[in-house]
């Protein structure tokens, strides 16, 4: 749904009269699943672009304050919950500001990428530790992250035969089956769901912040692992890997995650030689090269 910043301005003063005095403005890059406001310097509002991503909100107003003490890095702090409107049907949040760039918005030197493998592998160590009661399961709340890679089956063997003529198809389904058969016997950890570039924030070529924790649930870490892949290079992958105290099943898993996720990507792009598409190719490539 449209949602624009008069819309939320009409929530502010409706809901929280005493915060109308701030200025609201859109973020330069809001997300797919949520867009995301400043409100004044200090603050921020997210609001659920669908129906499919407004469960998440209560989820995160729940969890994060439980999460954060036991993190060194800065994660969202739910300041205040809104709730569904005349005007506006979902929850949704204001959050305390979180100072960095996004991953996704910056070229990183070889010295950064190998600060931030050692920072990533240090917040996934921290919130693997974190007691996991009464913590979601996996679900259609955060698309299954968390879970086996199997609950993608179907949709991997149709990209991999959709796209054949991008790909190579053998080693595509070497990938993917192995990834299926591995097993986890580990214990349940928490799970962001989407460590991804674009969620990750960095000051000064180190991890400022972890945002966007919709998606996260109690499972299987391996979803968490794809960002070895789609952000580090050979080099920063090792200290990541190193630095992460996993058993070989479970990296298989992160290849076959991360193997989807590059055809899912690949798939809704429509220049198959552009230079987005060239990146999911790339990251196709490198997990290959590691059977």
Same mark, same amino acid.
């Given at each position: 749904?449209?949602?624009?910043?008069?819309?939320?301005?009409?929530?502010?003063?409706?809901?929280?009269?005493?915060?109308?005095?701030?200025?609201?403005?859109?973020?330069?890059?809001?997300?797919?699943?949520?867009?995301?406001?400043?409100?004044?310097?200090?603050?921020?509002?997210?609001?659920?672009?669908?129906?499919?991503?407004?469960?998440?909100?209560?989820?995160?107003?729940?969890?994060?304050?439980?999460?954060?003490?036991?993190?060194?890095?800065?994660?969202?702090?739910?300041?205040?919950?809104?709730?569904?409107?005349?005007?506006?049907?979902?929850?949704?949040?204001?959050?305390?500001?979180?100072?960095?760039?996004?991953?996704?918005?910056?070229?990183?030197?070889?010295?950064?990428?190998?600060?931030?493998?050692?920072? !990533?592998? #240090?917040? &996934?160590?921290? +919130?693997?530790? *974190?007691?996991?009661?009464?913590? /979601?399961?996996?679900?259609?709340?955060?698309?299954?992250?968390?879970?086996?890679?199997?609950?993608?089956?179907?949709?991997?063997?149709?990209?991999?035969n959709k796209l054949s003529n991008e790909i190579d198809v053998s080693k595509a389904i070497e990938t993917w089956e192995k990834a299926i058969s591995s097993k986890f016997n580990q214990d349940l950890v928490w799970v962001h769901g989407d460590f991804a570039s674009g969620n990750i924030l960095t000051r000064d070529g180190r991890l400022s912040a972890v945002i966007d924790f919709g998606c996260m649930a109690v499972g299987d870490p391996a979803c968490d692992l794809v960002i070895a892949w789609t952000l580090l290079k050979v080099m920063d992958r090792q200290i990541f890997k190193d630095?992460?105290?996993?058993?070989?099943?479970?990296?298989?898993?992160?290849?076959?995650?991360? !193997?989807? #996720?590059? &055809?899912?990507? +690949?798939?809704? *792009?429509?220049?198959?030689?552009? /230079?987005?598409?060239?990146?999911?190719?790339?990251?196709?490539?490198?997990?290959?090269?590691?059977?």
């Amino acid at each position: 749904m449209e949602i624009t910043e008069n819309l939320v301005k009409e929530l502010v003063a409706e809901q929280f009269p005493e915060l109308t005095y701030l200025e609201i403005r859109q973020v330069q890059l809001s997300g797919h699943d949520n867009k995301t406001f400043h409100l004044g310097d200090e603050m921020m509002i997210r609001m659920p672009s669908a129906k499919c991503y407004a469960s998440q909100v209560l989820k995160e107003q729940e969890f994060l304050p439980k999460l954060s003490p036991f993190l060194s890095f800065p994660i969202p702090r739910p300041l205040f919950l809104g709730n569904p409107s005349k005007k506006y049907p979902f929850n949704w949040s204001i959050y305390s500001y979180l100072d960095g760039d996004s991953v996704s918005s910056l070229s990183l030197n070889n010295i950064q990428l190998e600060n931030l493998a050692h920072d !990533l592998a #240090k917040f &996934l160590k921290e +919130l693997h530790k *974190i007691n996991t009661s009464n913590g /979601p399961p996996p679900g259609l709340h955060n698309y299954w992250r968390g879970d086996a890679p199997y609950v993608y089956d179907n949709d991997t063997r149709r990209l991999i035969n959709k796209l054949s003529n991008e790909i190579d198809v053998s080693k595509a389904i070497e990938t993917w089956e192995k990834a299926i058969s591995s097993k986890f016997n580990q214990d349940l950890v928490w799970v962001h769901g989407d460590f991804a570039s674009g969620n990750i924030l960095t000051r000064d070529g180190r991890l400022s912040a972890v945002i966007d924790f919709g998606c996260m649930a109690v499972g299987d870490p391996a979803c968490d692992l794809v960002i070895a892949w789609t952000l580090l290079k050979v080099m920063d992958r090792q200290i990541f890997k190193d630095n992460l105290s996993f058993d070989e099943d479970t990296w298989t898993r992160a290849k076959g995650w991360a !193997l989807w #996720k590059a &055809l899912v990507t +690949l798939e809704n *792009i429509d220049n198959k030689v552009s /230079p987005d598409a060239l990146k999911q190719l790339h990251i196709i490539n490198e997990v290959y090269k590691e059977q």
